[in-house]
Protein backbone atom coordinates (compact mmCIF):
# COMPACT_ATOMS: atom_id res chain seq x y z
CA UNK A 1 0.00 0.00 0.00
CA UNK A 2 1.56 3.11 -0.81
CA UNK A 3 0.64 6.76 0.30
CA UNK A 4 0.39 9.70 -2.27
CA UNK A 5 2.61 12.45 -0.91
CA UNK A 6 3.19 15.83 -3.05
CA UNK A 7 7.20 16.36 -3.15
CA UNK A 8 9.19 19.37 -4.77
CA UNK A 9 11.79 17.00 -6.21
CA UNK A 10 12.68 13.81 -7.61
CA UNK A 11 14.28 12.74 -4.62
CA UNK A 12 14.94 14.83 -1.48
CA UNK A 13 11.84 16.03 0.59
CA UNK A 14 8.17 17.76 0.87
CA UNK A 15 6.66 20.33 2.04
CA UNK A 16 4.22 20.33 5.03
CA UNK A 17 2.16 22.43 6.58
CA UNK A 18 3.74 25.68 8.75
CA UNK A 19 1.46 28.33 9.50
CA UNK A 20 3.41 31.76 10.06
CA UNK A 21 2.47 33.90 12.95
CA UNK A 22 4.40 36.96 13.58
CA UNK A 23 7.91 38.13 12.89
CA UNK A 24 10.47 37.60 15.78
CA UNK A 25 13.59 40.56 15.69
CA UNK A 26 16.89 38.77 14.88
CA UNK A 27 19.19 37.57 17.56
CA UNK A 28 21.94 39.54 18.13
CA UNK A 29 25.36 37.28 18.27
CA UNK A 30 28.49 38.75 18.97
CA UNK A 31 30.60 35.13 19.82
CA UNK A 32 30.57 31.98 17.95
CA UNK A 33 27.52 30.22 18.31
CA UNK A 34 28.22 25.72 17.98
CA UNK A 35 25.73 23.40 17.64
CA UNK A 36 28.23 20.69 19.63
CA UNK A 37 28.48 19.54 22.80
CA UNK A 38 31.38 20.74 24.90
CA UNK A 39 33.23 17.31 26.43
CA UNK A 40 34.11 16.80 30.22
CA UNK A 41 37.95 15.72 30.45
CA UNK A 42 38.18 13.16 33.12
CA UNK A 43 41.29 10.44 34.02
CA UNK A 44 41.02 7.44 32.97
CA UNK A 45 41.17 4.83 35.87
CA UNK A 46 41.73 1.20 35.76
CA UNK A 47 40.06 -0.90 33.52
CA UNK A 48 39.77 2.34 31.27
CA UNK A 49 43.18 2.56 31.12
CA UNK A 50 44.06 -0.70 30.29
CA UNK A 51 41.43 -0.24 27.41
CA UNK A 52 43.26 3.03 26.55
CA UNK A 53 46.67 1.04 26.41
CA UNK A 54 45.45 -1.46 24.08
CA UNK A 55 43.69 -0.13 21.26
CA UNK A 56 46.63 2.94 21.73
CA UNK A 57 49.27 -0.01 20.90
CA UNK A 58 47.23 -1.34 17.64
CA UNK A 59 46.90 1.84 16.18
CA UNK A 60 49.04 3.61 13.09
CA UNK A 61 51.15 6.64 14.14
CA UNK A 62 47.96 8.93 12.35
CA UNK A 63 45.46 7.52 14.27
CA UNK A 64 47.02 7.32 17.19
CA UNK A 65 47.57 11.23 17.69
CA UNK A 66 43.69 11.17 16.25
CA UNK A 67 43.01 8.87 19.26
CA UNK A 68 45.49 10.95 21.85
CA UNK A 69 43.07 14.08 20.86
CA UNK A 70 39.92 12.27 22.28
CA UNK A 71 41.22 11.50 24.98
CA UNK A 72 42.16 15.38 25.76
CA UNK A 73 38.79 16.70 24.66
CA UNK A 74 37.15 14.14 27.04
CA UNK A 75 35.16 12.14 24.09
CA UNK A 76 36.77 8.82 25.13
CA UNK A 77 34.75 9.16 28.58
CA UNK A 78 31.94 10.86 27.19
CA UNK A 79 28.41 8.05 28.30
CA UNK A 80 25.65 10.00 26.20
CA UNK A 81 24.45 6.53 24.69
CA UNK A 82 21.75 4.69 24.70
CA UNK A 83 23.14 2.19 27.23
CA UNK A 84 25.30 4.32 29.26
CA UNK A 85 28.25 3.17 27.24
CA UNK A 86 31.37 5.09 26.97
CA UNK A 87 32.67 5.82 23.29
CA UNK A 88 36.12 4.40 24.71
CA UNK A 89 33.89 0.98 25.84
CA UNK A 90 32.97 0.64 22.33
CA UNK A 91 35.79 1.24 20.40
CA UNK A 92 37.65 -1.49 22.44
CA UNK A 93 34.35 -4.11 21.28
CA UNK A 94 35.41 -2.58 18.09
CA UNK A 95 39.13 -4.01 18.28
CA UNK A 96 38.80 -7.02 20.70
CA UNK A 97 35.41 -8.72 19.18
CA UNK A 98 34.40 -10.66 16.53
CA UNK A 99 33.15 -8.45 13.21
CA UNK A 100 30.78 -8.78 10.46
CA UNK A 101 32.17 -11.15 7.44
CA UNK A 102 34.51 -9.07 5.52
CA UNK A 103 34.95 -6.43 8.32
CA UNK A 104 38.80 -5.76 9.71
CA UNK A 105 38.57 -4.58 13.36
CA UNK A 106 41.75 -2.14 12.95
CA UNK A 107 40.50 -0.51 10.16
CA UNK A 108 37.05 0.21 11.44
CA UNK A 109 39.02 1.24 14.43
CA UNK A 110 40.39 3.55 12.61
CA UNK A 111 37.89 4.76 10.67
CA UNK A 112 35.84 5.14 13.46
CA UNK A 113 38.57 7.42 15.82
CA UNK A 114 39.34 9.37 12.52
CA UNK A 115 35.40 10.39 11.97
CA UNK A 116 35.20 11.21 15.92
CA UNK A 117 38.50 13.59 16.10
CA UNK A 118 37.08 15.05 12.83
CA UNK A 119 33.30 14.33 11.86
CA UNK A 120 33.95 16.51 8.59
CA UNK A 121 35.64 13.37 6.92
CA UNK A 122 32.05 11.98 6.59
CA UNK A 123 30.78 11.73 2.69
CA UNK A 124 28.22 10.58 0.97
CA UNK A 125 30.30 10.27 -2.14
CA UNK A 126 30.16 6.59 -3.99
CA UNK A 127 30.97 4.81 -6.74
CA UNK A 128 27.91 3.13 -7.90
CA UNK A 129 28.78 1.96 -11.28
CA UNK A 130 27.58 -1.83 -10.44
CA UNK A 131 23.93 -1.62 -10.52
CA UNK A 132 23.19 -5.21 -10.98
CA UNK A 133 22.99 -8.03 -8.31
CA UNK A 134 24.37 -10.52 -11.14
CA UNK A 135 27.13 -8.01 -12.03
CA UNK A 136 28.11 -7.65 -8.62
CA UNK A 137 28.86 -11.21 -8.35
CA UNK A 138 30.82 -11.51 -11.05
CA UNK A 139 32.80 -7.84 -10.21
CA UNK A 140 33.91 -7.35 -13.71
CA UNK A 141 36.59 -5.20 -14.54
CA UNK A 142 34.90 -2.76 -16.72
CA UNK A 143 31.68 -2.31 -15.38
CA UNK A 144 28.55 -1.43 -18.09
CA UNK A 145 26.88 0.99 -16.18
CA UNK A 146 28.26 4.99 -15.62
CA UNK A 147 29.18 6.45 -12.15
CA UNK A 148 27.18 8.02 -10.02
CA UNK A 149 27.30 9.84 -7.00
CA UNK A 150 24.85 8.41 -4.02
CA UNK A 151 21.86 10.17 -3.11
CA UNK A 152 22.60 9.69 0.28
CA UNK A 153 22.81 13.16 1.65
CA UNK A 154 20.22 13.23 4.31
CA UNK A 155 21.44 10.01 5.71
CA UNK A 156 25.34 11.12 5.62
CA UNK A 157 24.01 14.21 7.98
CA UNK A 158 22.72 12.29 10.52
CA UNK A 159 25.66 10.08 10.77
CA UNK A 160 27.73 13.74 11.09
CA UNK A 161 24.79 15.17 13.78
CA UNK A 162 25.43 11.82 15.73
CA UNK A 163 29.26 11.96 15.54
CA UNK A 164 29.24 15.50 16.34
CA UNK A 165 26.48 16.25 18.87
CA UNK A 166 26.85 11.97 21.00
CA UNK A 167 30.38 10.61 20.16
CA UNK A 168 29.14 7.46 22.61
CA UNK A 169 26.21 6.60 20.56
CA UNK A 170 27.80 7.41 17.29
CA UNK A 171 30.26 4.59 18.74
CA UNK A 172 27.77 2.09 20.12
CA UNK A 173 26.08 1.85 16.69
CA UNK A 174 29.71 1.99 14.66
CA UNK A 175 29.99 -1.21 17.13
CA UNK A 176 26.42 -2.92 16.58
CA UNK A 177 26.56 -2.38 12.63
CA UNK A 178 29.88 -3.72 12.54
CA UNK A 179 29.08 -6.90 14.67
CA UNK A 180 27.97 -10.07 13.26
CA UNK A 181 24.28 -9.24 14.09
CA UNK A 182 25.15 -6.42 11.76
CA UNK A 183 22.60 -4.23 13.48
CA UNK A 184 22.06 -1.76 16.82
CA UNK A 185 19.26 -2.29 18.98
CA UNK A 186 17.70 1.18 21.07
CA UNK A 187 14.97 2.43 23.44
CA UNK A 188 13.19 5.16 22.40
CA UNK A 189 11.01 7.42 24.00
CA UNK A 190 7.57 6.78 21.91
CA UNK A 191 6.81 10.54 23.06
CA UNK A 192 9.37 11.70 20.91
CA UNK A 193 7.95 10.72 18.01
CA UNK A 194 3.99 11.60 18.62
CA UNK A 195 2.16 12.89 21.18
CA UNK A 196 0.10 9.68 21.17
CA UNK A 197 1.66 6.02 22.26
CA UNK A 198 -1.19 4.87 20.02
CA UNK A 199 0.19 7.27 16.90
CA UNK A 200 3.75 6.54 18.04
CA UNK A 201 3.46 2.87 17.40
CA UNK A 202 1.64 3.44 14.13
CA UNK A 203 4.73 5.54 12.91
CA UNK A 204 7.06 2.92 13.72
CA UNK A 205 4.35 -0.40 11.97
CA UNK A 206 4.09 2.16 8.95
CA UNK A 207 7.93 2.20 9.04
CA UNK A 208 8.18 -1.54 9.33
CA UNK A 209 10.49 -0.99 12.09
CA UNK A 210 11.08 -4.02 14.68
CA UNK A 211 10.10 -3.29 17.82
CA UNK A 212 9.19 -3.85 21.45
CA UNK A 213 6.79 -2.39 23.46
CA UNK A 214 8.11 -1.45 27.29
CA UNK A 215 5.97 0.03 29.57
CA UNK A 216 4.19 2.83 28.88
CA UNK A 217 6.20 5.38 26.62
CA UNK A 218 9.46 3.27 25.33
CA UNK A 219 10.36 0.92 22.76
CA UNK A 220 12.98 -1.44 22.09
CA UNK A 221 13.52 -0.87 18.60
CA UNK A 222 16.25 -2.69 15.83
CA UNK A 223 17.78 -0.28 13.23
CA UNK A 224 19.67 -2.30 10.70
CA UNK A 225 20.97 -1.43 6.97
CA UNK A 226 19.84 -3.55 3.61
CA UNK A 227 21.09 -7.02 3.06
CA UNK A 228 23.27 -5.92 0.32
CA UNK A 229 25.32 -3.71 2.25
CA UNK A 230 28.21 -6.12 2.71
CA UNK A 231 27.99 -6.87 -0.44
CA UNK A 232 28.18 -3.28 -1.45
CA UNK A 233 31.04 -2.83 1.03
CA UNK A 234 33.33 -5.70 -0.68
CA UNK A 235 32.84 -4.32 -3.86
CA UNK A 236 34.17 -0.97 -2.89
CA UNK A 237 37.26 -1.68 -1.48
CA UNK A 238 38.23 -3.82 -4.43
CA UNK A 239 38.21 -0.49 -6.25
CA UNK A 240 40.65 2.28 -6.38
CA UNK A 241 38.99 5.37 -4.76
CA UNK A 242 38.94 8.87 -6.10
CA UNK A 243 38.30 12.05 -4.57
CA UNK A 244 36.75 12.08 -1.18
CA UNK A 245 34.24 9.02 -0.43
CA UNK A 246 32.89 7.18 1.66
CA UNK A 247 34.50 4.88 3.82
CA UNK A 248 33.08 1.57 5.61
CA UNK A 249 31.23 3.47 8.11
CA UNK A 250 29.69 6.19 6.51
CA UNK A 251 28.29 3.26 3.85
CA UNK A 252 26.75 1.14 6.78
CA UNK A 253 25.35 4.12 8.71
CA UNK A 254 24.27 5.49 5.24
CA UNK A 255 22.35 2.22 4.36
CA UNK A 256 20.68 1.79 7.98
CA UNK A 257 19.44 5.75 7.94
CA UNK A 258 17.88 5.22 3.92
CA UNK A 259 16.68 1.41 5.22
CA UNK A 260 14.56 2.85 8.57
CA UNK A 261 13.51 6.03 7.03
CA UNK A 262 12.13 3.96 3.26
CA UNK A 263 10.49 1.71 5.32
CA UNK A 264 13.07 -1.31 4.63
CA UNK A 265 13.21 -0.81 1.05
CA UNK A 266 16.96 0.55 0.42
CA UNK A 267 19.31 -1.60 -1.67
CA UNK A 268 22.90 -0.39 -1.21
CA UNK A 269 24.24 -1.45 -4.50
CA UNK A 270 21.48 0.14 -6.76
CA UNK A 271 21.18 3.18 -4.01
CA UNK A 272 17.14 3.32 -4.70
CA UNK A 273 14.54 2.52 -2.85
CA UNK A 274 10.71 1.92 -2.84
CA UNK A 275 8.54 1.90 -0.06
CA UNK A 276 4.90 2.47 1.38
CA UNK A 277 4.68 6.44 0.70
CA UNK A 278 4.29 7.31 -3.11
CA UNK A 279 7.63 9.44 -3.42
CA UNK A 280 10.75 8.95 -5.93
CA UNK A 281 12.94 5.72 -5.92
CA UNK A 282 15.70 8.01 -4.92
CA UNK A 283 16.77 9.58 -1.37
CA UNK A 284 14.73 10.40 1.44
CA UNK A 285 11.52 12.92 1.95
CA UNK A 286 11.45 15.22 4.50
CA UNK A 287 8.77 13.75 6.33
CA UNK A 288 11.08 10.32 6.45
CA UNK A 289 13.88 12.70 7.32
CA UNK A 290 12.46 13.99 10.54
CA UNK A 291 11.28 10.21 11.66
CA UNK A 292 15.16 9.02 11.09
CA UNK A 293 16.19 11.79 12.41
CA UNK A 294 13.78 11.98 15.82
CA UNK A 295 14.77 7.82 16.23
CA UNK A 296 18.42 7.95 16.10
CA UNK A 297 18.36 10.89 18.17
CA UNK A 298 15.66 9.87 20.63
CA UNK A 299 14.68 13.67 20.14
CA UNK A 300 11.06 15.54 19.72
CA UNK A 301 12.15 16.65 16.03
CA UNK A 302 10.01 19.55 14.10
CA UNK A 303 10.53 20.00 10.78
CA UNK A 304 9.57 23.70 9.98
CA UNK A 305 9.10 24.44 6.13
CA UNK A 306 10.29 27.65 4.77
CA UNK A 307 9.44 28.01 1.21
CA UNK A 308 6.35 27.97 -0.10
CA UNK A 309 5.97 25.66 -3.22
CA UNK A 310 3.31 26.35 -5.75
CA UNK A 311 1.78 23.37 -8.08
CA UNK A 312 4.91 23.90 -10.58
CA UNK A 313 7.13 23.00 -8.82
CA UNK A 314 8.59 26.69 -7.87
CA UNK A 315 9.40 28.94 -4.97
CA UNK A 316 5.94 31.12 -4.27
CA UNK A 317 7.00 33.13 -1.31
CA UNK A 318 8.44 31.86 2.42
CA UNK A 319 5.96 30.79 5.37
CA UNK A 320 8.37 33.62 7.59
CA UNK A 321 10.36 36.65 6.64
CA UNK A 322 14.45 36.08 6.78
CA UNK A 323 14.47 37.91 10.28
CA UNK A 324 12.74 34.85 11.51
CA UNK A 325 14.64 32.68 10.05
CA UNK A 326 17.95 33.72 11.25
CA UNK A 327 16.60 33.97 14.72
CA UNK A 328 15.19 30.38 15.17
CA UNK A 329 18.65 29.12 13.62
CA UNK A 330 20.43 31.51 15.85
CA UNK A 331 18.50 30.16 19.54
CA UNK A 332 18.87 27.13 18.05
CA UNK A 333 22.85 27.05 17.53
CA UNK A 334 22.89 29.23 21.49
CA UNK A 335 21.55 25.50 22.56
CA UNK A 336 24.38 23.83 21.15
CA UNK A 337 22.18 21.84 18.91
CA UNK A 338 22.90 21.18 15.17
CA UNK A 339 20.54 21.60 12.09
CA UNK A 340 19.53 19.65 9.38
CA UNK A 341 18.25 21.76 6.63
CA UNK A 342 17.16 21.16 3.33
CA UNK A 343 18.44 23.52 0.56
CA UNK A 344 16.52 24.31 -2.93
CA UNK A 345 18.62 25.02 -5.89
CA UNK A 346 17.41 25.56 -9.45
CA UNK A 347 18.94 22.65 -12.19
CA UNK A 348 19.40 24.32 -15.70
CA UNK A 349 15.97 23.54 -16.45
CA UNK A 350 14.95 25.17 -14.22
CA UNK A 351 13.18 23.03 -11.66
CA UNK A 352 14.17 23.05 -8.18
CA UNK A 353 16.46 20.14 -6.47
CA UNK A 354 16.86 19.57 -3.15
CA UNK A 355 19.83 18.85 -1.06
CA UNK A 356 20.41 18.45 2.65
CA UNK A 357 23.32 20.09 4.92
CA UNK A 358 23.68 20.51 8.83
CA UNK A 359 24.64 24.00 10.32
CA UNK A 360 27.03 23.56 12.66
CA UNK A 361 27.77 26.79 13.89
CA UNK A 362 27.60 30.49 13.24
CA UNK A 363 29.63 33.55 13.47
CA UNK A 364 29.31 37.46 12.66
CA UNK A 365 30.59 38.30 9.36
CA UNK A 366 31.23 41.15 7.82
CA UNK A 367 28.72 44.39 7.20
CA UNK A 368 26.86 42.80 10.25
CA UNK A 369 26.04 39.95 8.26
CA UNK A 370 25.66 36.43 9.56
CA UNK A 371 27.85 33.61 8.51
CA UNK A 372 26.46 29.97 8.45
CA UNK A 373 29.22 27.41 9.24
CA UNK A 374 27.91 24.47 7.67
CA UNK A 375 28.31 19.94 6.96
CA UNK A 376 27.99 19.80 3.26
CA UNK A 377 28.59 15.85 2.21
CA UNK A 378 28.66 16.22 -1.42
CA UNK A 379 31.80 18.66 -0.82
CA UNK A 380 35.37 17.23 -1.12
CA UNK A 381 36.31 19.27 2.24
CA UNK A 382 37.25 17.91 5.56
CA UNK A 383 36.19 21.56 7.25
CA UNK A 384 33.36 23.63 7.71
CA UNK A 385 31.54 25.00 4.52
CA UNK A 386 31.04 28.96 5.68
CA UNK A 387 27.62 30.37 3.99
CA UNK A 388 26.40 34.07 4.12
CA UNK A 389 23.21 34.64 5.20
CA UNK A 390 21.97 36.46 2.09
CA UNK A 391 22.78 33.08 0.46
CA UNK A 392 21.70 30.69 2.55
CA UNK A 393 18.22 31.82 4.50
CA UNK A 394 16.47 32.09 0.81
CA UNK A 395 17.56 28.51 -0.08
CA UNK A 396 16.28 27.16 3.25
CA UNK A 397 13.35 24.65 2.34
CA UNK A 398 13.02 22.91 5.73
CA UNK A 399 14.95 23.41 8.87
CA UNK A 400 15.12 20.86 12.00
CA UNK A 401 14.03 23.28 15.01
CA UNK A 402 13.31 22.21 18.60
CA UNK A 403 9.51 22.12 19.21
CA UNK A 404 10.28 25.01 21.79
CA UNK A 405 11.86 27.48 19.58
CA UNK A 406 9.29 26.88 17.09
CA UNK A 407 6.57 28.07 19.02
CA UNK A 408 7.84 31.09 20.24
CA UNK A 409 7.39 32.61 16.92
CA UNK A 410 5.22 29.89 14.89
CA UNK A 411 2.14 27.95 14.54
CA UNK A 412 2.82 24.91 12.78
CA UNK A 413 1.22 21.16 12.41
CA UNK A 414 3.78 18.40 12.44
CA UNK A 415 4.60 16.00 9.39
CA UNK A 416 3.37 12.95 11.41
CA UNK A 417 0.13 14.11 11.82
CA UNK A 418 -0.58 15.21 8.65
CA UNK A 419 0.68 11.88 7.07
CA UNK A 420 -1.44 10.09 10.08
CA UNK A 421 -4.71 12.04 8.64
CA UNK A 422 -3.54 11.02 5.00
CA UNK A 423 -3.11 7.56 5.58
CA UNK A 424 -6.27 7.01 7.10
CA UNK A 425 -8.26 8.81 4.32
CA UNK A 426 -6.65 6.69 1.29
CA UNK A 427 -7.38 3.16 4.01
CA UNK A 428 -10.71 4.61 4.02
CA UNK A 429 -11.53 5.14 0.89
CA UNK A 430 -10.06 2.17 -0.07
CA UNK A 431 -12.27 0.15 2.73
CA UNK A 432 -15.66 1.96 1.03
CA UNK A 433 -14.53 0.57 -2.55
CA UNK A 434 -13.67 -2.61 -1.05
CA UNK A 435 -10.37 -2.94 -1.60
CA UNK A 436 -9.18 -3.11 1.98
CA UNK A 437 -10.61 -4.52 5.68
CA UNK A 438 -11.20 -2.13 8.25
CA UNK A 439 -8.10 0.11 10.14
CA UNK A 440 -7.22 -1.58 13.01
Sequence with gaps: MTLSVPNISQRNYTTSAVFFKSSAPPSAYQALTGGSDEFVTAPLEGAEQEKYDKILNSLPAKSVLEFENLRKRGVLTNRKSNDKSSTLDNLYKILTTERARGLDNKALLAETIGHLNNPYLISQKSDNSITNYLEAVFSPKSPLYEKENSSTCTAACIEFDLANQEPAEFTRFVEGLTSPAVEVEKIIDLDNLADKTLDAIWLLNIFEIPHEERDFNKAKITLK??????????????????????????TLMQSTFMNVGSQQSYNSLTDRRDGNFNVGERGLIEYEKTFVESVVRNKNIISVNYQKINNKGEI??????????????????????????GLTNKTKSGKLKGHEIVIASARNGKH????????????????????????????????????EVVQK????????????????KLHAEKFKSGELSPLQ
Design 368 to 403: GKTEFLCYNSDMDKTSPVVYGEDYLLPRIHHAGIPK
Design 316 to 341: AGYEADFGTIRSQLLDTLSRKENIIA
Design 225 to 250: PDDMVLLKIGLDNKREKISKQRNTID
Design 409 to 424: TMGFKEGWIMELENYR
